[in-house]
């Protein structure tokens, strides 16, 4: 493995260390928990993170990387919307920690604006995709998508994973027939 493959594969250990630590004891657990749980130094944690922000901005990155990713895959579906959105309540419900932390921040806050810009860029399309088949309602718009994602954010308090699992599934049912037109809910 060359040096650039090697620092990338160190990276990705720490984030999904990072991922587990925080979702099992939230996102102030000690750092040191996901060196340990990564197998790697401390050193190597803070040269790919100089602090926890570093990290949490980190995983939120990944997550929406994971989100373009799935909108690739989905490609040209006209119902490619439904499809991401559930999409992300699953990501959601098992990431509700470090959800809970996003949504704590200003709205105004450099971090949160960047992500909601890229978060409309990869879900306006389909969207306008959705309205355009006669799926969706033709009325929704860009802030009706981000008042989607915090209510997605909002109702993930299940006890465990399974729940939130669970809610996450029902969650994403009823936004899917809220935002249908009467001929597509009455189809799902």
């Known amino acids: 493995m060359d040096l650039r493959a090697d620092a990338a594969h160190r990276r990705r250990l720490l984030l999904d260390a990072a991922d587990e630590v925080f979702c099992e004891h939230g996102v102030l657990a000690p750092l040191e928990l996901v060196v340990e749980r990564s197998g790697v130094g401390r050193a190597t944690l803070y040269r790919n993170f100089a602090d926890r922000a570093e990290l949490m901005t980190a995983l939120l990155q990944r997550g929406l990387d994971g989100l373009e990713s799935c909108a690739r895959d989905i490609g040209e579906r006209p119902d490619g ?67 989607l994602m ?39």
């Open 150 to 188: 915090d209510m997605l954010g909002a109702c993930q308090r299940g006890n465990d994973e399974a729940q939130r699992k669970a809610l996450a599934l029902r969650s994403w049912r009823l936004l899917c027939h809220a935002l249908a037109t009467p001929a597509a809910a009455a189809a799902l």
């Open 81 to 147: 919307l439904f499809l991401l959105l559930r999409d992300v309540a699953e990501h959601i419900a098992m990431s509700s920690p470090l959800t809970d932390y996003w949504r704590s921040m200003p709205r105004e806050h450099p971090t949160i604006e960047a992500a909601h810009d890229r978060l409309m860029a990869i879900l306006l399309p389909f969207l306008q995709r959705a309205i355009g088949a006669g799926l969706c309602r033709a009325e929704l718009d860009d802030a009706d998508l981000g008042l």
